[in-house]
């Protein structure tokens, strides 16, 4: 994945890193820090979601035409089996189906020892880049 991609984004706000992408799996990595908590100290569920959507939407993202569409969420489910304090959580993106307008991805997060921490669907849409305006002569 292109680094500069992801600048400026969530993505690279929560730490997030790529660790393994090809036509049937596609995992990334999380630091559980002070970007990714919530006040207790827990990893907060939200940023577990941003996780799980992020690599259903780029492991969906590799897989399409990109000069000529995008991949955006349409729906994302999550079940936060137990919490974790520190270390990283990896998710690991399995897709249950490719169509041609939509993507539905397993996604499984654990923590450093392989414990579950959430469970989640996501649904990706693919959608058409739009055309960019002609510039005035």
């Given at each position: 994945?292109?680094?500069?991609?992801?600048?400026?984004?969530?993505?690279?706000w929560?730490?997030?890193?790529?660790?393994?992408?090809?036509?049937?799996?596609?995992?990334?990595?999380?630091?559980?820090?002070?970007r990714?908590?919530?006040?207790?100290?827990?990893?907060?569920?939200?940023?577990?979601?941003a996780?799980?959507?992020?690599?259903?939407?780029?492991?969906?993202w590799?897989?399409?035409?990109?000069e000529?569409?995008?991949?955006?969420g349409?729906e994302?489910?999550?079940?936060?089996?137990?919490?974790?304090?520190?270390?990283?959580?990896?998710?690991?993106?399995?897709?249950?189906?490719?169509?041609?307008?939509t993507?539905?991805?397993?996604?499984?997060i654990?923590d450093?020892?392989?414990?579950?921490i959430?469970?989640?669907?996501?649904?990706?849409?693919v959608?058409?880049?739009?055309?960019?305006?002609?510039?005035?002569?």
């Open positions: 994945m292109n680094e500069a991609w992801t600048r400026d984004t969530m993505i690279e929560l730490g997030i890193e790529v660790l393994h992408v090809d036509s049937e799996r596609f995992v990334a990595r999380m630091p559980v820090d002070h990714t908590t919530q006040p207790a100290g827990l990893l907060h569920g939200g940023a577990s979601v996780l799980a959507e992020t690599v259903a939407s780029l492991g969906t590799t897989l399409i035409d990109q000529r569409q995008m991949a955006v349409l994302i489910n999550a079940n936060h089996i137990r919490s974790a304090t520190s270390g990283f959580v990896t998710a690991t993106a399995v897709p249950l189906h490719k169509g041609r307008s993507y539905v991805w397993d996604i499984k654990r450093d020892e392989e414990r579950l959430c469970v989640s669907r996501c649904t990706v849409a959608i058409a880049k739009e055309a960019k305006p002609s510039e005035p002569e």
